[in-house]
């Protein structure tokens, strides 16, 4: 990388430089602590954590960061799934840090006090590997300030042996480019096995007195592990030409890693419980992982395939054991879409009295489907709390929801609806993307239509309703049948909000909710560029920009400014349809999925092509299952009461289905059917992201 | 033996979850009586809470040995064990202490339960003042103790106000109903046996926070001071804050003041033996606090 292209250190003017090791910095921090908003983010001390530990010896140390505020990063479930599996191993011991927010970031620089861990206050410096748990994009330029914080250089190339290794893992690794820059080993799919075999590497090369790049090439040689330096970028015509491979024994495709069976990692065992408020603030026990719905635009779903379920007994025995040792009287049951599960009823009835008190405990479905199936559910699982339901529709119309393969039809939203507000929901709130592929006005009105016609459906029920529409624009994330789509530009999404905005004014007990179009923008840089993008990056960085996905602290023009610094052009990287020839910057890394399966899909989405859920249906070799050797694990041979995708068959129009699918014999239970995902019960989240994920 | 029952609990905020706040402590409590098997009465209604209350609140950086919680509990939907506790709350904490003691977040530390009458007055009502350890920032022992005799000797302690959004001047001698100099505060230490939460190795035995079991000595950075200001503040008609008084002091003294570490020791209420505390720690009830020797 040439150094030239570094723009001057402005707004990070105070270097940390971090003298001595190992000790703890707490009597520092806690001087500061009087001075910074919810001091209780630096403390530690959750239920779950391990003991301080000020020498820690030969043992392989791990640092876990989540570049997000504290209450956005604690509760993520992969950081702590890999922070008790490192603890578990003699030879490994893992901490946690999360983003300091800007107050503290600012008394951290004034006084000279590094990153640091928050169990034993160590700085993040004497630590042998920094781990980022990349979930969002937008956090990006944390990743280099937490980088910068702990007092190292932000770029690979420029750190040392003596510093610690940078890995970072997440569903956001599935494209690395943009970050490779900055990272010395990308884990890329689950981490659960890889964690244990880095630090097999790290020991062995910490025995043997490897070089830096003896330790990264053995790396690149861990299937699951991309390391960048060990591939050679090529443009051509100022377009992506190729990613190669280096040196022999580094693979030319770098394939995910999927855990064959659930059961096998009861993680995590221990929550941790937070000592302040966090968001899903409440036991969280995975059901499954994967999903096989099939939504286009949704980049969890397509990476995370095939779908593994964890056995019913396993399930209930951690949230029997979580809610005895946390207290808390809250369970979710996650996974991408929850009310899939095969055990889905069984486990919620046996949940409502897995506490320990006489105090009813309150089961959540992070992501439900849209049917009245599934509000039944809800109505039985949290008991007498009516707060308020969400959906995710996606789309405004019929025509639109084939195309993105999210096949709930208006009968299906408004079955729903009516309901939730028949069984005493008042409020209910929809989630729609704008900017999808085909999207014309008439489908972006028609979400205002849809909107009008649920608190219709209330008034019956109740006098005052509101149906709070959320829309997000949509950016076409790697590794979805999308990933060739144009993201819509910063006009068009403003054109469609105005749109929107005009045709629910006066609409009484519809409320417009949506995300900046601007962070819609810089997110498609993050998520789609190749490795030049991660000069804008740091560009943003450097002009001060963290914090991305917080509105307050997101300013398009840093971006726009990092861009062309970087000699790179908006439109190029973020609007520009793909075409089956463009080498795209993640055609190196492999979510298991063949190319040919992706581009078929979104060939036939184009045509508004519906596909049936494989779990219950003929497989479409896509590639997830017969590549990475792992199978579907689903008890149930049949979809949940009320239908499935595809299985409502009925919904499909005959010129919608694939015509070498056979029609599955599954009985259209009326007034349910087909499906979507996702309430999202998230409230304090930013969700400028959900633009990638079916909740 | 009526089928609810009321429980008063003291508790120490000792550490470093004196940085949570008052809320999250709150929460904290319900959580850890909940893992503890403590069985909490539940409102009825649409949104079932456990009927716990608690006290006056506690700055979000100070520390305490003496905050109080009261909570609704059926002793008849307990355990066998947990039920002897609770019905021998008052003699014999026991159990029920050591309980909570594994449940409780590290710092937070029950010292001493007792069953009151359901009628008792809240909290909130019956607490009349509380004394306060100040450490002031940049302040030796005898600097304690000068300020001490000043604030004593002076006739007004003037603070600004912003009542109702107007700036005003308030005297707040008045609300300052002792004051004096003296050693640091003692500490409970703690003995519990078992296990901090499934899995996760609990200390057996040692002081609530800290390295060492009450010291002789409050350090903070490179200040070190035996003798700490010892205030008690009237909180009729209203709380007198910790930032006001801090105003105050530096009103008095014409240089800022600063607070280097604050702890509750004691809240009184009007008893029937005349002012008492709330559930005082002794010989024969509850933890004492203790110095190392």
């Known amino acids: 990388m040439d150094s030239t292209r570094y723009l001057p250190e402005t707004s990070r003017a105070v270097p940390i430089r971090v003298s001595g090791a190992g000790g703890s910095l707490w009597p520092s921090v806690e001087q500061m602590l009087s001075r910074v908003t919810k001091p209780a983010r630096y403390i530690g001390g959750e239920s779950g ?69 928050l169990e034993s206050h160590r700085p993040a410096a004497a630590f042998d590997v920094i781990a980022f748990n990349l979930s969002a994009e937008l956090t990006y330029t944390n990743v280099l300030n937490c980088l910068d914080l702990a007092g190292l250089r932000v770029r690979s190339e420029e750190r040392s042996a003596s510093d610690p290794l940078v890995i970072a893992g997440g569903h956001a690794a599935l494209n690395p480019e943009p970050l490779a820059p900055f990272i010395d080993a990308f884990a890329i799919g689950d981490g659960e096995e890889l964690a244990g075999e880095c630090t097999d590497v790290l020991s062995s090369a910490r025995a043997g007195g490897a070089s830096r790049e003896e330790l990264l090439k053995e790396l690149a040689r861990v299937p699951g592990m991309y390391v960048p330096w060990c591939y050679k970028v090529s443009y051509s015509n100022g377009r992506l030409a190729a990613v190669e491979p280096r040196f022999d024994g580094v693979p030319e495709r770098v394939e995910k890693r999927a855990v064959a069976d659930l059961a096998a990692w009861p993680y995590p065992k221990t929550q941790l419980v937070p000592l302040m408020e966090v968001v899903h603030d409440r036991l969280n026990v995975e059901v499954f992982r994967g999903c096989t719905r099939g939504c286009r635009f949704c980049q969890a779903g397509m990476i995370t395939r095939p779908v593994r379920e964890r056995p019913e007994d396993q399930v209930l025995a951690m949230v029997r054991s979580g809610l005895a040792r946390t207290g808390y009287d809250e369970v979710a049951l996650t996974s991408l879409s929850s009310a899939d599960y095969s055990f889905i009823e069984p486990v919620v009835d046996a949940c409502r009295t897995a506490g320990a008190g006489a105090q009813p405990v309150s089961v959540s479905l992070p992501s439900l489907r849209v049917d009245a199936f599934t509000v039944g559910l809800a109505g039985a699982l949290q008991g007498a709390r009516r707060t308020g339901l969400t959906f995710a529709p996606e789309a405004g119309t019929w025509r639109l929801r084939r195309v993105i393969n999210k096949l709930i039809s208006d009968e299906d939203l408004y079955g729903a609806l009516e309901s939730a507000f028949s069984g005493g929901w008042r409020r209910a709130k929809c989630y729609f993307l704008i900017g999808l592929p085909t999207e014309t006005d008439e489908d972006v009105e028609s979400i205002a239509a849809l909107a009008r016609r649920c608190v219709e459906l209330g008034r019956e029920h109740a006098r005052s309703v509101t149906v709070t529409v959320s829309v997000g624009g949509f950016v076409p994330k790697p590794h979805t049948p999308f990933q060739w789509a144009a993201q819509a530009g910063l006009p068009e999404l403003h054109q469609k909000i105005a749109l929107l905005r005009d045709s629910t004014r006066g609409a009484r007990g519809v409320n417009l909710r949506w995300h900046d179009p601007e962070a819609t923008l810089a997110e498609g840089i993050a998520s789609r560029g190749d490795r030049r993008a991660g000069d804008a990056i740091e560009a943003v960085w450097r002009a001060g920009g963290v914090f991305q996905e917080w509105s307050e602290h997101f300013r398009l023009e840093r971006w726009a400014k990092g861009m062309a610094a970087a000699g790179l052009d908006m439109g190029e990287v973020v609007n520009r349809e793909r075409d089956r020839d463009d080498v795209l910057p993640w055609d190196h890394i492999s979510a298991g999925l063949h190319k040919d399966f992706l581009w078929e899909d979104w060939q036939d989405s184009l045509s508004a092509g519906a596909v049936e859920d494989c779990r219950w249906t003929p497989c479409y070799d896509c590639g997830a299952c017969t590549g990475l050797g792992v199978e579907h694990v689903v008890a149930s041979s049949s979809p949940p009461a009320g239908g499935s995708q595809g299985t409502g068959q009925a919904l499909l129009p005959p010129d919608a289905a694939p015509p070498d699918v056979a029609p599955p014999e599954a009985a259209v239970i009326a007034g349910s059917g087909p499906v979507g995902c996702s309430p999202r019960v998230d409230p304090g989240v930013p969700v400028m992201l959900r633009g990638s994920s079916a909740g | 033996m009526p089928a609810e029952q009321r429980l008063r609990i003291r508790y120490a905020k000792l550490g470093r979850v004196r940085w949570i706040s008052h809320r999250d402590t709150a929460r904290a409590l319900e959580r850890g009586m909940r893992a503890a098997g403590v069985p909490m009465a539940v409102s009825g209604g649409y949104s079932p809470r456990a009927r716990i209350s608690f006290g006056l609140a506690l700055p979000t950086g100070a520390e305490s040995v003496a905050e109080y919680v009261d ?197 009184w209420i009007d008893g029937a033996q005349g002012k008492q505390e709330l559930l005082p720690l002794g010989e024969s009830q509850g933890r004492a606090l203790e110095r190392a020797s």
């Not at chain 2, 709350?89 to 937070?108: K, N, T, V, Y």
């Not at chain 2, 107007?166 to 296990?195: C, M, N, Q």
């Open chain 1, 49 to 117: 954590a391990v003991k301080p530990l000020l020498d820690p010896g030969e043992l392989i140390c791990w640092l876990l960061v989540y570049p997000d505020v504290y209450e956005i990063g604690l509760p993520n479930q992969g950081l702590q799934i890999l922070y008790e599996i490192l603890n578990e191993r003699p030879d490994a011991r893992a901490e946690r840090a999360y983003a300091p927010w800007v107050d503290m970031e600012a008394a951290m620089r004034a006084a000279g006090v590094p990153l640091f861990s």
């Open chain 2, 71 to 267: 909570v609704l509990v059926h002793p008849d939907e307990a355990d066998g064990q947990m039920r002897d506790a609770i019905e021998g709350a008052g003699h014999a904490p026991g159990d029920l202490l050591d309980r909570l003691a594994g449940a409780l977040p590290e710092g937070i530390v029950p010292l001493h339960a007792e069953r009151c009458p359901r009628a008792a007055s809240s909290l909130q009502e019956a607490v009349q003042s509380c004394t306060w350890a100040l450490m002031i920032g940049n302040t030796t022992s005898s600097g304690h103790r000068e300020l001490a005799d000043r604030i004593a000797s002076s006739p007004a302690i003037m603070v600004n106000e912003q009542r109702h959004g107007k700036a005003s001047e308030e005297d707040v001698k008045s609300r300052i109903l002792y004051v004096d100099a003296g050693p640091v505060p003692l500490e409970p230490v703690v003995r519990w046996s078992g296990t901090r939460g499934e899995g996760i190795p609990g200390e057996v035995a040692g002081p609530a926070c800290g390295a060492s079991p009450s010291p002789a000595a409050w350090q903070v950075g490179e200040q070190v001071a035996d003798t700490v200001l010892v205030i008690e503040v009237s909180v009729r008609p209203r709380g007198l804050r910790l930032d006001e008084l801090a105003a105050g002091l530096g009103r008095l003294c014409g240089s800022e003041v600063t607070l280097a570490r604050a702890r509750r020791i004691h809240q």
